[in-house]
């Protein structure tokens, strides 16, 4: 076609014919090029263009040398200046898709639009979403979480608790009105196909090749999106508008539906950027075709982790026309087992759950039931908010095992009662008691006792020990099995407090003990010294000076009735040996009973005296054990139980979630 053929066009339909031309032309270089190596088959009602070789290595156009279709024809200035505009635009958007080939008029009425939006939203911006009080109170219990974890767990744990908390911070601040929904599929499942049909005009490419659709594109029922097509990352350029019609604008209102690349795409790129878009739509429409439906990648790395997302979700079985009588049904039928074996709830009967469609794209035969249903869909407004919620569900459940324990944990009395008595039992305060007795008994019978007895006993223990203790083991041994003694008892009651608690919060009760155990030993040697015999003698009880003179008055008699037999022998005094025997006799024998009784009458207090400096040694150390061990034990058991009680917040009645 000339430039004399065009002359009598309006702008924008000169610039439409020009592209068919443009079209028409690439479509027979095309089959020129292809018969030497065999025709490719295409749709007979579309020619997309097929991006080859020589696109990188050809410029578009340049000024003056024509439109570019293989005329020769010049044009004018002004017709130079649009195709240097157009050379600049194809360059930019060489992508791949049919959104590249906008026209000159569609392109200057989309930015006028955008003008006139950014201009209208200026004034009065869109409404952001507002979440309901319980998903606000389980976000805010999510959040608390993650703030009381990050030093128990690590990052790679919490990572998806805080991107959920992240989407949904920046989900709340954009528009409540619209609704972000994804279309995803395999290769060749039609797509892109019932995207174009649901929009009414052929906006992403559809086609033979593989895969066919490069890069996401995002098409708007209603103005005021721009933020939510944004946070997906899809330029201005890949962003369009159905097709006019009243009827399917007020029906979808608010709909933004997004064409993503295919799932099982040979390219890395694509499968990434459809992982990256479906964590941040509003909700997803899966389309399978009759022989992928039952494909292993998309039921095992999306519809099965997914499950939980089932209100969010549509299923739909595309290329129904390709199926003969109601093979349809049965192909339905087992995708909808397929469904259940993955956890998806189906939303049959009113409950709540997947939308599962049967259609065809390319004849029209269910897209209008399912423009209903997505009509109705975005019109209640609480996809967002239900995908936020399904979000949390998911995080709670995988952070499920760091916080639901198996069993009641805590550390029981009869625990804390033991740890102290291993600890007493390391610092010896059975032997501490036995040796206070003893040195009570010493004590009394040095006070009650005969001097007589006294001085053999001194006699007789010249050459012993001053302490009265033998030697049995080396002060090293003994230091070596006390610091046992206290390990083991650490690490029991540490086992003991951190069973049934999740690993990570389970290492963290044993480290906190292992710490507070360090240095344990050498305090309770401190404490054995302080708390043990108190510095001195005994306390005597009040009898004691009157056994005193007692024995006093018994050695006072043997002594006075000596002396006076001596002087009867001497013949100093008058021979009476009654009475001088009689005397020593009292005392010899008065003197025994005497100690004998005080160490019956001693047994009971030095029994309580004993008694009472192990009580003091064992309150030593199990109060010393207590501040080193069982309080920083406590404190992670309390930390724990702050966490449970978050996380029972987080997790939602009847989300399928317990907390043990």
Request: glycine content about 12%.
């Amino acid at each position: 076609m000339t430039g004399t053929g065009r002359a009598g066009l309006g702008k924008g339909a000169e610039a439409r014919v020009a592209d068919q031309g443009a079209g028409r032309d690439r479509a027979g270089l095309a089959k020129h090029a292809d018969t030497g190596g065999g025709q490719r088959s295409r749709p007979p009602h579309r020619t997309p263009r097929q991006p080859g070789p020589s696109d990188e290595a050809t410029p578009r156009r340049t000024p003056g040398t024509g439109t570019g279709t293989g005329t020769g024809t010049d044009a004018d200035p002004g017709t130079h200046a649009r195709a240097d505009a157009d050379a600049d635009s194809t360059e930019t958007w060489d992508d791949g898709l049919i959104a590249r080939r906008v026209t000159d008029a569609a392109a200057a009425a989309l930015a006028a639009e955008r003008e006139t939006t950014t201009r209208g939203l200026g004034n009065n911006p869109p409404a952001p979403l507002a979440y309901d009080g319980p998903l606000r109170s389980r976000l805010d219990a999510l959040r608390e979480l993650v703030g009381l974890s990050r030093t128990r767990l690590d990052k790679r744990t919490l990572s998806e608790a805080g991107r959920v908390l992240d989407e949904a911070a920046a989900r709340r601040k954009l528009s409540g009105r619209h609704t972000v929904i994804a279309i995803a599929g395999a290769t060749g499942s039609g797509k892109s196909q019932l995207f174009n049909a649901l929009a009414g005009v052929a906006i992403s490419e559809t086609g033979v090749r593989r895969p066919t659709t490069a890069a996401p594109i995002a098409c708007s029922w209603s103005d005021g999106a721009a933020g939510l097509i944004d946070r997906l990352g899809i330029p201005g350029r890949l962003r369009r508008r159905p097709v006019h019609n009243p009827e399917t604008e007020a029906e979808l209102r608010g709909l933004v539906l997004v064409d993503l690349p295919d799932h099982d795409s040979a390219a890395v790129q694509h499968r990434e950027q459809v992982d990256r878009i479906l964590k941040l739509v509003d909700a997803v429409i899966w389309v399978v075709d009759p022989e992928k439906y039952a494909d292993a990648i998309l039921h095992e790395r999306y519809l099965r982790p997914m499950a939980g997302h089932a209100e969010v979700m549509f299923v739909v079985l595309n290329q129904v026309d390709r199926l003969p009588g109601d093979a349809a049904d049965q192909v339905l039928d087992d995708m909808r087992r397929l469904l259940d074996e993955d956890g998806v709830a189906l939303g049959e009967h009113g409950e709540p759950g997947a939308t599962v469609l049967a259609l065809s794209a390319l004849t029209g035969e269910g897209v209008g039931e399912l423009r209903e249903a997505l009509g109705q869909f975005v019109a209640e407004r609480g996809a967002a908010a239900r995908r936020v919620a399904a979000d949390v569900d998911a995080a709670a459940a995988e952070l499920r095992p760091v916080y639901a324990a198996e069993r009641r944990v805590g550390l029981s009395e009869e625990a804390r009662e033991e740890f102290g008595a291993r600890l007493a039992d390391a610092v010896g305060a059975t032997a501490a008691g036995e040796a206070a007795e003893r040195a009570w008994l010493r004590n009394a019978n040095r006070a009650c006792g005969t001097p007589w007895l006294r001085l053999w006993r001194w006699y007789q223990g010249r050459g012993d020990s001053t302490t009265g203790r033998h030697a049995v083991r080396t002060q090293a041994d003994e230091e070596a099995t006390a610091r046992q003694r206290v390990e083991q008892a650490v690490r029991t009651v540490a086992d003991r407090a951190s069973a049934g608690l999740p690993g990570p919060w389970a290492q963290a009760v044993r480290e906190a003990a292992v710490r507070g155990s360090q240095g344990l030993s050498e305090a309770l040697d401190e404490l054995a010294a302080r708390a043990g015999l108190p510095p001195g003698r005994p306390p005597r009880p009040g009898w004691w000076p009157a056994a005193v003179l007692v024995q006093a008055a018994m050695t006072l008699l043997q002594i006075v009735g000596g002396v006076w037999l001596a002087g009867q022998i001497a013949g100093v005094m008058a021979p009476n040996l009654g009475v001088p025997v009689l005397l020593m006799l009292c005392g010899i024998i008065g003197g025994p009973l005497v100690e004998w009784g005080c160490r019956m009458a001693a047994r009971g207090p030095a029994r309580r005296y004993g008694q009472e400096a192990e009580r003091r040694l064992r309150e030593a150390a199990a109060g010393c054990g207590r501040a080193r061990v069982l309080d920083p034990v406590a404190a992670e058991l309390l930390r724990y139980r702050e966490v449970r009680e978050q996380y029972a917040r987080v997790v939602r009645t009847g989300s399928g979630v317990r907390v043990g």
